[in-house]
């Protein structure tokens, strides 16, 4: 089955880079998608992007398409999201996703990662 | 832009069958499969059913999932409703260049 292990919470300041992770454990890394998924204070969920580890295949929603960047390091069976530059409405939950290969499916969540900007 | 559009919420007393919609626009619904989720309040999501219609090892066969392409739908109905149900429930699926989309989420109250 696996699991998707997110990193901690953080709280950053505008103008703050940032880099979250979503570590893979317990299955082929390299044979899922991999997808960041967020959900600001009191609303739903919005499908950011994925990533195909394997091959660094990419891609991303037209609404945060330039805003973040999602990247994956094979070796240690890890996908991030990342920032240069945090605003205060950056300040939500992001969940990491796993995607079956060919259906693109998502089969497995991570527990979420909270990020709070704010001066 | 392909949009999936669901009910805010809805409402139905225990041991009753509920139905929650999900209409697409900007796209057939049927060109992609329609995934459900669903959101325990405090909890990560947890997915319900796969491939329009399939439900995830362990999920109770309460929970179904179809579409309608002559709506240009989907539906996710709960029969049989326990207290335990109460939670967010998502819509899911692609556009034509495999992008996700959510729709906005359905909250639904047991009472």
């Known amino acids: 089955e696996g699991q998707l292990v997110q990193s901690g919470a953080e709280v950053k300041k505008p103008g703050d880079s940032l880099k979250i992770s979503c570590k893979g454990s317990g299955y082929d890394f390299d044979t899922y998608w991999v997808g960041w998924v967020r959900q600001m204070p009191g609303k739903g969920l919005e499908w950011m992007g994925i990533?195909?580890?394997?091959?660094?295949?990419?891609r991303y929603s037209p609404s945060f398409q330039g805003q973040v960047t999602i990247s994956a390091d094979r070796s240690i069976k890890t996908a991030y999201l990342q920032w240069t530059s945090l605003k205060a409405s950056d300040t939500a939950m992001y969940f990491c996703t796993r995607h079956e290969e060919g259906t693109l499916m998502i089969d497995n969540w991570g527990q979420g990662t909270l990020v709070n900007v704010s001066s | 832009n392909f949009i999936l559009t669901q009910p805010h919420s809805v409402s139905e007393s225990p041991g009753k069958t509920v139905t929650i919609s999900c209409t697409g626009s900007?796209?057939?619904?049927?060109?992609?499969?329609v995934q459900w989720h669903q959101q325990r309040p405090g909890s990560a999501p947890i997915t319900l059913i796969y491939?329009?219609?399939?439900?995830r090892f362990g999920v109770p066969d309460r929970f179904s999932g179809s579409i309608d392409s002559s709506s240009n739908s989907a539906s996710l109905t709960i029969s049989g409703l326990k207290t335990e149900d109460e939670a967010d429930y998502y819509c899911q699926s692609f556009d034509i260049k495999n992008r996700g989309v959510f729709g906005g989420g359905t909250k639904l109250t047991v009472l």
């Open positions: 990533i195909y580890p394997s091959d660094s295949d990419t």
């Open positions: 491939e329009n219609s399939q439900r």
């Open positions: 900007g796209g057939s619904i049927a060109s992609k499969y």
